[in-house]
């Protein structure tokens, strides 16, 4: 059964860069059929999509959030990590990793996500 | 991009049937049948619930349906249950990005 587990920093400095990864087990990252994405949620408000991206590399990002966004994926060790940088207080949220089904960009397995402060 | 648009909060007694809209605009709901539910407890990740407008992945129950007509779409829970009070997000594919609706809390009375 395929599972996602973030993983990083849960306490980041105003100003600096947010990295967080995420290790896929029980499936490749390789496949043909799957997006990867990064999605967020501030404290008591909704979800947010931050961005995706396919094995081979071709990324789609928030166009709110594309000029702080990079998403990368290794394929070696089967995940995908994020960076934000210049990140403020309003970057703080849970932020959750998620498998995307190619058609129908639709989030089908959750990662149960990793909380992130974003203070000095 | 904007965030499509819920209503915040719906209610309904047991038994009885609720629908959650969700509005967007040509270019995300209207334009393309990609559109997904997700169901979210607190302190739970989301769980998708519809996806591709009106279909049900394995293991969710047919109680959950959705629909769309133009650039809104809309999710129906039928037979309610305490256990399906949560908060229910829309999501929809709009051309090289995915946006996400505000939410709407589902209090079963």
């Known amino acids: 059964q395929l599972q996602l587990q973030e993983s990083g920093p849960g306490l980041v400095k105003p100003s600096e860069t947010l990295s967080l990864t995420c290790t896929v087990s029980g499936g490749s990252i390789s496949s043909s059929s799957y997006y990867w994405g990064w999605i967020r949620q501030p404290p008591g408000k909704g979800l947010e999509w931050i961005g995706s991206?396919?094995?081979?590399?071709?990324?789609y990002y928030n166009p709110s959030l594309k000029s702080r966004v990079t998403i990368s994926v290794d394929t070696s060790k089967n995940q995908f990590s994020l960076k934000l940088s210049s990140v403020t207080a309003a970057d703080t949220a849970v932020y959750y990793c998620a498998r995307l089904r190619r058609r129908g960009y639709y989030m089908d397995v959750w990662g149960k996500g990793t909380t992130v402060t974003v203070s000095s | 991009q904007s965030a499509l648009t819920q209503p915040r909060s719906v209610s309904g007694s047991p038994g009885q049937s609720v629908t959650i809209s969700c509005t967007g605009t040509?270019?995300?709901?209207?334009?393309?049948?990609?559109v997904s539910w997700y169901q979210q407890h607190p302190g739970k990740a989301p769980k998708l619930m519809i996806y591709d407008v009106s279909k049900r992945p394995s293991g969710v129950p047919d109680r959950f349906s959705g629909s769309k007509s133009g650039n809104t779409a809309s999710l129906t829970i039928s037979g309610l249950q305490a256990e399906d009070e949560a908060d229910y997000y829309c999501c929809s594919y709009a051309g090289s990005y995915t946006v996400f609706g505000g939410g709407t809390k589902l209090t079963v009375l």
């Open positions: 991206i396919y094995y081979s590399g071709s990324t």
């Open positions: 040509s270019s995300d709901v209207g334009g393309y049948n990609y």
